[in-house]
């Protein structure tokens, strides 16, 4: 089994060598290695989603719930849950509604985002800061 950050650069490569082409079947990189690196990458303390279930609990049974969660993926049966909403207080007395997807939705988004990247990253400019890997608003400033 081929580690994340190799089959990362094998997209990128493809991604390079298609330029300008569509991409397509690329859901066949996502395997239980996959899912497990992006469990490893969430916020132990996050908030829980409609399914109430913490990342502690997901973690203990991950053995049986990520061979799980590739299936329904793999068969085109998983669908994302309901999300959670709260409204989080502003300033001004109003209210911001945030939405809390579950943990299982965020290994599985997580998982949809290193498959991804590889192949947008190659778009960007190299004077390109936001939302990008390993870039920083004090960067960007700092390079203004």
Do not use: C
Not at 68 to 88: C, D, M, N, T
Not at 107 to 123: F, R, S, T, W
Request: glycine fraction near 10%; charged fraction near 30%.
């Amino acid at each position: 089994m081929q580690a994340v950050s190799t089959k990362q650069e094998l997209i990128a490569k493809t991604a390079t060598e298609h330029a300008g082409k569509a991409l397509t079947n690329l859901h066949h990189h996502i395997d239980e290695a996959w899912l497990e690196e992006s469990l490893k990458k969430l916020n132990r303390g996050s908030a829980t989603g409609v399914d109430g279930i913490t990342y502690q609990e997901y973690e203990k049974e991950k053995g049986k719930r990520l061979p799980e969660l590739l299936g329904r993926f793999k068969s085109g049966k998983y669908y994302a849950p309901p999300v959670r909403r709260i409204f989080i207080e502003k300033g001004d007395g109003k209210k911001r509604p945030i939405g809390i997807p579950t943990i299982e939705d965020k290994i599985l988004q997580g998982a949809v985002k290193m498959v991804l990247e590889p192949i947008y990253e190659g778009d960007f400019y190299d004077t390109s800061y936001g939302f990008r890997p390993g870039r920083s608003q004090h960067q960007a400033l700092a390079r203004i």
